[in-house]
């Protein structure tokens, strides 16, 4: 595992150095922190649709209309919703399904908060690998 770290860590130094190509690597570290959290959504988004039709803990409606079928487009949105904090009210989960929905806006507001620091090391021409 330790290997693995270090070229993980060579790689990220090898095109992350804000000194010599600053808004190359911001843009690619913005890229990559969105990906990296669209992919976040998904995988809560995967884990609410077999939490409520699976395991059956819960639920997941539309404020306005409880009786509608919700669409798995509609998970994603739900958990990008909630991995960002913003909490619109337009979905609202029930049951037990709430703890699972409130862990996944701790998780997202921690991931949120150390992108944002990534991000500024970067701004500041700082390499966040380099020691």
């Known amino acids: 595992m330790h290997s693995n ?4 860590s060579s790689f990220c130094n090898a095109h992350v150095d804000p ?8 843009f690619i570290s913005v890229s990559l922190i969105t990906a990296a959290h669209i992919i976040e959504a ?11 039709h699976q395991i059956d803990i819960g639920s997941l409606q539309l404020a306005q209309d409880p009786t509608e079928n919700l669409y798995p487009m509609d998970y994603f949105y739900f958990a990008l919703v909630n991995l960002t904090t913003l909490g619109r009210g337009d979905l609202q989960p029930s049951g037990h399904f709430r703890f699972l929905t409130g862990i996944s806006a701790f998780h997202g ?3 949120i908060t150390a992108s944002g620091g990534y991000l ?5 021409g700082k390499n966040p690998f380099r020691k």
């Open 5 to 8: 770290s270090l070229q993980r």
């Open 19 to 26: 000194a010599a190509h600053p808004k190359r690597c911001l």
């Open 42 to 52: 998904a995988i809560y988004a995967s884990a609410f649709w077999v939490a409520v």
């Open 109 to 111: 507001f921690l991931l």
């Open 120 to 124: 500024l090391q970067v701004m500041s």
